[in-house]
């Protein structure tokens, strides 16, 4: 193989690298993984090739996946009450959730001493 043919090649390799940064899928839904490969954050789906987007866009199972995580995100921020009105009509209401203020307990955090060692445990509740 002579220079020319290689710096040929070289440069077709160049302009093939090019044009492939060039079909990414520029879309919110899309990131890149290590591979470069175009993942679908909604269902966590490699895709193939930039064609095969749509298609899966168009598809059932990521439809249900977006309705899924819209219904997640509207549940864990707003909180839904019905009055019914002197009509009898039923009236939806929407009221924001609080955020927690930093430093406050949450229910749902372990009692203290939790990880104590189990003779300290049994010291505290008297069983020794």
């Not at 930039?50 to 598809?59: G, P, R, T």
């Amino acid at each position: 193989m002579d220079a020319q043919s290689r710096k040929a090649l070289f440069r077709a390799r160049v302009k093939e690298t090019a044009q492939k940064a060039d079909k990414r899928i520029d879309s919110p839904l899309v990131r890149y993984n290590e591979l470069d490969q175009a993942v679908c954050k909604v269902c966590n789906v490699v895709i193939k090739s930039e064609s095969l987007w749509s298609a899966h866009q168009a598809s059932r199972k990521h439809n249900e996946a977006v309705e899924n995580l819209k219904a997640r995100a509207a549940k864990s921020t707003t909180h839904n009450k019905t009055k019914l009105t002197h009509t009898g009509a039923v009236k939806f209401e929407t009221q924001s959730i609080p955020p927690v203020a930093s430093g406050t307990r949450l229910s749902s955090t372990l009692p203290a001493g939790f990880f104590d060692e189990p003779e300290a445990k049994q010291q505290n509740r008297g069983m020794n």
